[in-house]
């Protein structure tokens, strides 16, 4: 879901923190696993991992072998800093939330230069069970300057070039009941061109296919694990990233 309103002075200065991103291998002594994805959480440190904005960085900690986020804190993100500039990619990792909460993963993450949020970015919503099919198992667009369509848990979304959205229901997909309160679910995310999925403990949760013009969609950036709240914590581990280009 939408953040928080940022000013513009901090977008120029986050623009100039994140215009020389990194390109190329995830990092020169990552080994892949028989399927190609690298892990990219030691499980014990932070290190290939940034708060965003910086003032972040005590709301983030490696705790028993997670990623944990805390709100009270202080909110943002937590930036993959190992790689900045990715545009296809498969990704999977677990997450918790002990109480309440509202988090995600965006990908294609970009300054937002119109000063209306921190970041552009396709994000893929996570929520503590009870919060509702427009946060947990969605996608949000955070991107300013084009259409922001519905695609929550069970939605099919399709996005013509002429920006008109189609909604179609996911068969067989994600339930409620599917989803482990209070324990961890595990997360498989797809983005291949211009199709996205969001997999929930192996269930398809929400896809959309977008046929807008290029000029309109993101094509590539970075990798962001969301803090939302004050009074939330979230956890991840098992953070695994193929990137397919």
Same mark, same amino acid.
Request: charged share 25%.
């Given at each position: 879901?939408?953040?928080?309103?940022?000013?513009?002075?901090?977008?120029?200065?986050?623009?100039?923190?994140?215009?020389?991103?990194?390109?190329?291998?995830?990092?020169?002594?990552?080994?892949?696993?028989?399927?190609?994805?690298?892990?990219?959480?030691?499980?014990?440190?932070?290190?290939?991992?940034?708060?965003?904005?910086?003032?972040?960085?005590?709301?983030?900690?490696?705790?028993?072998?997670?990623?944990?986020?805390?709100?009270?804190?202080?909110?943002?993100?937590?930036?993959?800093?190992?790689?900045?500039?990715?545009?296809?990619?498969?990704?999977?990792?677990?997450?918790?939330?002990?109480?309440?909460?509202?988090?995600?993963?965006?990908?294609?993450?970009?300054?937002?230069?119109?000063?209306?949020?921190?970041?552009?970015?396709?994000?893929?919503?996570?929520?503590?069970?009870?919060?509702?099919?427009?946060?947990?198992?969605?996608?949000?667009?955070?991107?300013?300057? !084009?259409?922001?369509?519905?695609?929550? !848990?069970?939605?099919?979304?399709?996005?013509?070039?002429?920006?008109?959205?189609?909604?179609?229901?996911?068969?067989?997909?994600?339930?409620?009941?599917?989803?482990?309160?209070?324990?961890?679910?595990?997360?498989?995310?797809?983005?291949?061109?211009?199709?996205?999925?969001?997999?929930?403990?192996?269930?398809?949760?929400?896809?959309?296919?977008?046929?807008?013009?290029?000029?309109? !969609?993101?094509?590539?950036?970075?990798?962001?694990?969301?803090?939302?709240?004050?009074?939330?914590?979230?956890?991840?581990?098992?953070?695994?990233?193929?990137?397919?280009?």
């Amino acid at each position: 879901m939408n953040l928080f309103r940022t000013s513009s002075t901090w977008i120029a200065v986050a623009a100039l923190g994140f215009c020389n991103f990194t390109t190329g291998a995830i990092a020169a002594d990552a080994k892949a696993d028989k399927d190609g994805f690298v892990t990219i959480f030691d499980g014990k440190t932070l290190d290939g991992w940034e708060a965003t904005p910086a003032k972040s960085a005590p709301a983030w900690e490696a705790k028993n072998g997670a990623i944990v986020g805390t709100g009270d804190k202080g909110r943002g993100y937590l930036t993959y800093s190992k790689n900045k500039n990715v545009a296809d990619l498969e990704m999977k990792f677990s997450y918790r939330f002990p109480g309440k909460g509202n988090s995600g993963v965006s990908i294609r993450a970009i300054p937002d230069k119109t000063g209306r949020r921190g970041f552009q970015s396709y994000h893929a919503d996570l929520g503590h069970v009870g919060i509702g099919g427009q946060v947990l198992g969605a996608w949000d667009f955070h991107t300013p300057g !084009r259409r922001e369509h519905r695609c929550f !848990r069970g939605d099919v979304l399709v996005i013509g070039k002429d920006d008109k959205p189609t909604i179609t229901p996911v068969k067989n997909g994600l339930k409620v009941s599917d989803i482990k309160k209070g324990q961890w679910n595990h997360v498989h995310i797809i983005a291949k061109g211009n199709n996205f999925k969001l997999y929930i403990n192996g269930k398809l949760s929400s896809e959309f296919t977008e046929h807008l013009p290029q000029a309109k !969609r993101l094509k590539s950036g970075m990798i962001q694990l969301q803090l939302h709240d004050p009074g939330m914590v979230v956890e991840f581990n098992e953070i695994k990233l193929k990137v397919l280009r």
